[in-house]
Structures are given as structure tokens and as C-alpha cells.
């Protein structure tokens, strides 16, 4: 995108004008949730709440995937890290996560082989160059990321690789905002997360608005698409509608990416069941290798080192309140104190996306 282009997004007077309008438009309460990390990152770098009248609240909503990622699940990671002759590849922030006891980063500082990954394409070149080894991706990720496993796995399968393997994560947008919406949250919009659904396309909210007459705007992460979202669904509460919108028609469409859909559909079914971080066990909501790629499954391969016990957060951690939006990080009694970015405690405060890391870099722009 030209950078003209990307500035016009950031544009001061701009951004002035939407908030003016919001203030003028918005007649009653209404509580905002941004399905996506990214988005919180935004709203609270840009300080946009300061810019927003009082009657609009956005409460942080369940899609970061290292946030929801439970705490078996790494331990998982860590296990199979630790069996002879295994290199454990993973995408970013994943590696800092506390499991129950440690994290795949403090075992790389006991001598276990753990790489962070830019692209999951790049575990070809490590399996390449390490014949000798097994190298298990941990993949994790929402719609976004689905497809670039996929590639991968195609990859394999085609190439015939036999050393390397798959631990699949990856978790669906939908599934957990109808379990939040049926526990009774105070949730009357929702700002749609923009990449998943570039690849999803954004008819996969109409269910959602049709169910909580919820509206849901499909909106950009520059600080004027954020605002602009706010603007269409304050529209949509004052002229009675309630519709899926997409502020992000530059990037997203409505059938989305059909190739990458059919990609995953090829290689990835969907899992009865998956316990969230904070969410518990939600039916339906994740994926899983297909039966007939099993064997490059590290689920199955590895399974009778794995426990499936699902393990607690620590118990001053309020992650699972804020991932429903019913508290924000200030709430939790060890923010920004025993819980901060060198030492997290929580997987909030640990991923680039996360709202406890959101509010520890920008705190200062909140209004309280
Ligand atoms: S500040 Fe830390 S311990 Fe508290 S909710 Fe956030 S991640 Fe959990």
C-alpha cells in the first residue's frame, strides 16, 4: 500500500473529525468489544478512548492466540521438547508463555533445542539441514495463521518429508464469542477482527448479529478505521439496524480467501472440543490434522507422553475475566508489579497482543 495511503489512515484532523461526529452521534451506552488483540493495541497506543464520549466503553475481547492458549497445551510443547532428538519450532511470543512449571524459553536455557520461527515455512530449512532430527512445529493461531500451516503441511505431504511434525493450536474466532454471549455478557457491539477475516471473509459474523443482535464492524487497525468503526455502529444502534458491516473493504471481502479456505479445509478438521485459557471447553472451536495425516500428528505420535490435565492459572491472574471482557488489566492486584513484561505471569502480559501488555506500554493515554 502506497505510504501516502497508509498516513491518510493516521491523519490528525481527520481522526478530530470522526471523534467530533462520534460525540455529536452517540446517544446511549454502548459497550464495545474488540474481538482482536491488535485492535486493543491500537485503541490504546493511539489513546483513542480519549477521544471517544464517555457512553462508549471498549472492553478487551478473546483474540489473542497466546492469551487463550491453556496452560496444558505449552506444557505439551514442553514435553515433546524434551524427548531425544527433537528440535520445537514456534511462531514469536509463544516461546515466553509460562507453562505450569516452566516456559519453552527457560528449557532453551537448559540446552533444549527450541527455535522462534518468522515464517512456519522456515521449519523446511531446519528439518533440511538437521536430517538426524525431528523438528515438531507448535502451531498456534486463529484464522489468520491457519493457512500458512497448511502450506506446510501440504509441503510435507508432497515433498514426503519424514522429519517433521505437527502440535496443532489453532483456535476459531466464532466458537468463543457465542460462549461469552451466552454467559450474559454486557457486550452490544463487536469492532470484527480485520485478519481473520481477510481469510474467513466477513459473512462468518452474520450468524453472531442474528443470534445477539449485536452489530459487528469488521474494522481496520489504523486509529482513523478504529474510529470510523465506532461511528458505523453508534449509526447502526441510533438507525435501529443491526448488520455485519466491513469498514476494511480495502483488504477483506465477503467470501474472503476461497484458495486458503480450501487449503485448510484439505488438511485441517475441526476438533470436537478445545479448553481455552479462561474460556474453558468450548465445543467445535479448534482444529486438528485430519485422521489420515496422523502421522505427522505430534498429538498422537507423542501421546503416551502427553497429560491432558488442564491446569490452572496462578491464582491472582484475572486473564480468564479479561479475555470474557468483564475486567481490565488494571483490575488484576499484581499488574505492573509481580506480573510486568520481564516477568509475566499471565499470558496477557506476555504476547505483543495481549491487554495486560496493551496497558503496561500505554497506560498513561487511559482514561479513567
Ligand atoms: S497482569 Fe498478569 S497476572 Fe494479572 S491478569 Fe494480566 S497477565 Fe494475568
Redesign the pocket.
Known amino acids: 500500500m502506497p505510504i501516502d495511503l497508509i498516513n491518510s489512515f493516521k491523519n490528525p484532523e481527520h481522526i478530530k473529525a470522526l471523534s467530533l461526529q462520534i460525540k455529536k452521534e452517540a446517544k446511549r451506552r454502548i459497550n464495545i468489544m474488540e474481538i482482536c488483540g491488535g485492535h486493543t493495541h491500537a485503541i490504546m497506543k493511539y489513546g483513542l478512548t480519549q477521544l471517544l464520549p464517555p457512553q462508549i466503553e471498549f472492553v478487551h475481547g478473546p483474540g489473542c492466540p497466546v492469551c487463550i492458549m491453556p496452560k496444558e497445551r505449552i506444557d505439551e510443547a514442553i514435553e515433546i521438547a524434551r524427548q531425544p532428538n527433537i528440535i520445537l519450532v514456534t511462531l514469536g511470543d509463544m516461546i515466553r508463555v509460562p507453562g505450569s512449571k516452566t516456559s519453552l524459553q527457560d528449557l532453551r536455557a537448559e540446552g533444549y533445542d527450541i527455535r522462534a520461527l518468522y515464517s512456519p515455512l522456515d521449519t523446511l530449512k531446519i528439518a533440511n539441514e538437521n536430517p538426524d532430527k525431528t523438528v515438531v512445529f507448535f502451531a498456534v493461531g486463529f484464522e489468520t495463521t491457519t493457512p500458512m500451516s497448511a502450506v506446510l503441511v501440504e509441503k510435507v505431504v508432497k515433498e514426503r518429508i519424514k522429519n517433521i511434525l505437527f502440535h496443532i493450536n489453532h483456535v476459531l474466532v466464532p466458537p468463543p464469542i457465542h460462549t461469552i454471549m451466552q454467559e450474559g455478557a454486557d457486550i452490544d457491539a463487536f469492532l470484527g477482527p480485520s485478519h481473520v477475516s481477510v481469510i474467513t471473509g466477513y459473512n462468518i459474523f452474520t450468524p453472531i448479529v442474528e443470534k445477539y443482535k449485536t452489530p459487528i464492524v469488521v474494522s481496520g487497525f489504523e486509529p482513523s478505521d478504529v474510529m470510523e468503526s465506532v461511528l458505523r455502529i453508534t449509526r447502526e444502534f441510533n438507525e435501529g439496524r443491526c448488520e455485519v458491516e466491513n469498514e476494511y473493504s480495502r483488504v477483506v471481502a465477503k467470501e474472503g480467501n476461497v484458495k486458503a479456505q480450501k487449503l485448510i479445509e484439505k488438511y485441517f478438521e475441526v476438533r470436537e472440543s478445545f479448553r481455552w485459557r479462561g474460556l474453558g471447553d468450548i465445543p467445535k472451536s479448534a482444529l486438528k490434522l485430519k485422521d489420515e495425516f496422523a502421522k505427522l500428528d505430534a498429538e498422537i505420535v507423542f501421546a503416551s507422553k502427553l497429560s491432558k490435565k488442564p491446569i490452572d492459572d496462578?491464582k491472582?491472574?484475572?486473564?480468564a475475566d479479561?479475555l470474557k471482557g468483564r475486567a481490565k488489566?488494571f483490575e488484576?492486584k499484581?499488574?505492573a508489579k509481580a506480573?510486568n513484561p520481564k516477568t509475566?505471569?499471565?499470558?496477557?502480559?506476555v504476547s505483543s497482543e495481549g491487554a495486560?501488555a496493551a496497558y503496561f506500554k500505554y497506560g498513561k493515554f487511559l482514561r479513567n
Do not use: E, K
Not at 316 to 319: L, M, P, T, V
Open positions: 496462578h491472582f491472574c484475572i486473564c479479561i488489566p488484576c499484581i499488574f506480573c509475566p505471569v499471565g499470558s496477557c502480559m495486560c
